[in-house]
């Protein structure tokens, strides 16, 4: 048989066994009032992230799927963005008598050079909603008071719940000329925007639950005390396959031992990432830079000047694309004034909110720098004269591959102002979205598909050029 003939075989397989305890093709439990999930599902996954939160990224993403000796099952990842200083992990805990899954997770460094960032702990709770013999879908449970609101958009009209405010998918499939098992983990927020997705690789077998799984229902809770089980990053280790591929460049499981012996999977795959002269280019004569996201090469350079602050950004699109950022300054509260004015911490995983300014060299007719306004979580902003932008140019590389967008404005400027509410870009409250796609013809910005994000970054802090 070959190795194409073995991998359907096997994937035949677990759907016949799953079907033969299965009533109906989808259902909430696999067997007798049990989440049961086949075994094709457990193992160490490996891919890198097409579409996330903050952007495309570049290191791949480790995953895994383990049954404890309870019944209960725990998935794991880190997260290892584009480089160290942006990082974090996750762990998913699903009840094995009710499908229940349990979200206790810590980001750390959103905010690039700015003071020590403490993490961001938070839990959630999500419901199995269906699953089939290829498949499983949990839903965000928007009743149980221990699910922060923030950022789900609950509120966020029309008002959602459940699988319109969450919805995390597994799917079980194959790929490649030998059909080698894949699992696809989609997340989808407030009904439309991608929040994560990511095709993964089997790279190992599924680690060992190195502790004791927490209590069910009322009885559960994230520990992110000192040396609790949730407040270090994972590090399982298990046997890896020897990596046969690379993601952007790196070797996927480098570092993690000989081929084939112990490793540790969750390694960071690559490097930091090398100094790209665009970025050094776009940061010549501001006080600060950062690289955004390195599949895109998206640069954001600025300087702060009393009341104004000149910005740059930059990224690899050509004449007939567009850059993009918006400045969204109440993003981070959770204030039923802001989230009356279209923004807030439920807003966040959206664009709603953000004053935005996009230019593109193919533009020469419209001034090549427009200001627009999203008042939707998803879909095309509108155009706005709200936010006052002055010295607004748009250039583009002598090779024609990097277009750099450079404006000032002023700290307190925009939708809010307007509204007489005054929050500079500076508060501790500010993020900002960020996109590059297709400058259409009549002058307006198509859609970013995949390239865009959203970060953090303190625009009054002491100068740091982290991109010379």
């Excluded at 750390?108 to 089939?132: N, W």
């Excluded at 533009?363 to 979580?377: I, L, N, P, R, S």
């Excluded at 902003?381 to 607004?392: F, I, K, R």
């Excluded at 990097?402 to 501790?428: C, E, N, Q, W, Y």
Aim: glycine share 12%; aromatic share 8%.
């Amino acid at each position: 048989m070959t190795r194409r003939h073995q991998g359907l075989a096997a994937l035949a397989a677990v759907a016949l066994a799953i079907s033969a305890v299965q009533a109906v093709p989808a259902t909430k439990f696999g067997h007798a009032g049990k989440f049961v999930l086949p075994s094709a599902f457990e193992g160490t996954w490996v891919g890198v992230p097409k579409t996330s939160a903050v952007g495309p990224f570049s290191n791949p993403l480790m995953f895994s799927i383990a049954q404890a000796s309870n019944g209960d099952y725990l998935f794991e990842q880190n997260l290892h963005y584009d480089h160290d200083s942006l990082s974090g992990w996750q762990r998913f805990y699903v009840e094995g008598d009710t499908g229940v899954l349990w979200y206790c997770g810590r980001l750390e460094h959103f905010r690039p050079a700015g003071p020590a960032d403490a993490g961001r702990y938070r839990i959630d709770a999500f419901s199995l909603h269906e699953q089939t013999a290829t498949s499983v879908t949990f839903c965000l449970d928007n009743s149980d008071p221990r699910s922060l609101h923030g950022p789900w958009p609950y509120d966020v009209a029309p008002h959602c719940s459940g699988c319109s405010c969450g919805e995390w998918k597994l799917s079980l499939g194959a790929s490649g000329s030998d059909d080698a098992p894949t699992l696809t983990s989609s997340v989808v927020m407030g009904g439309s925007p991608q929040h994560l997705l990511v095709s993964m690789k089997r790279r190992g077998p599924a680690p060992a639950v190195p502790f004791a799984m927490p209590g069910h229902g009322s009885n559960f809770t994230c520990d992110f005390a000192p040396g609790g089980r949730d407040a270090s990053p994972v590090h399982n280790v298990v046997a890896l396959a020897p990596p046969t591929d690379r993601a952007h460049g790196h070797t996927v499981g480098a570092g993690g031992g000989a081929a084939g012996g112990r490793g540790c999977p969750y390694h960071e795959f690559a490097p930091s990432p090398e100094r790209d002269p665009a970025a050094a280019a776009t940061a010549a004569g501001y006080a600060n830079c950062e690289r955004v996201n390195e599949a895109t090469g998206f640069t954001l350079a600025w300087t702060v000047n009393g009341d104004q602050v000149d910005v740059a950004v930059s990224a690899r699109v050509s004449a007939s694309q567009y850059v993009a950022l918006g400045f969204r300054p109440a993003s981070l509260l959770h204030d039923e004034h802001m989230q009356a004015l279209g923004t807030g911490d439920e807003r966040r995983f959206g664009m709603q909110g953000a004053d935005i300014v996009v230019g593109s060299s193919s533009w020469k007719d419209d001034g090549y720098v427009k200001t627009m306004y999203a008042a939707v979580f998803a879909g095309a902003p509108e155009p706005s004269d709200d936010l006052v932008v002055s010295n607004a140019t748009v250039s583009l590389s002598a090779d024609g591959s990097v277009s750099t967008m450079r404006f000032t404005r002023p700290l307190v400027s925009g939708h809010l102002h307007k509204h007489s509410v005054d929050v500079p870009i500076t508060a501790a409250s500010c993020d900002f979205i960020w996109a590059v796609g297709p400058a259409q013809a009549n002058g307006t910005p198509g859609y970013h598909g995949d390239t865009r994000g959203f970060r953090m970054v303190l625009w009054g802090r002491s100068p740091a050029n982290n991109c010379a």
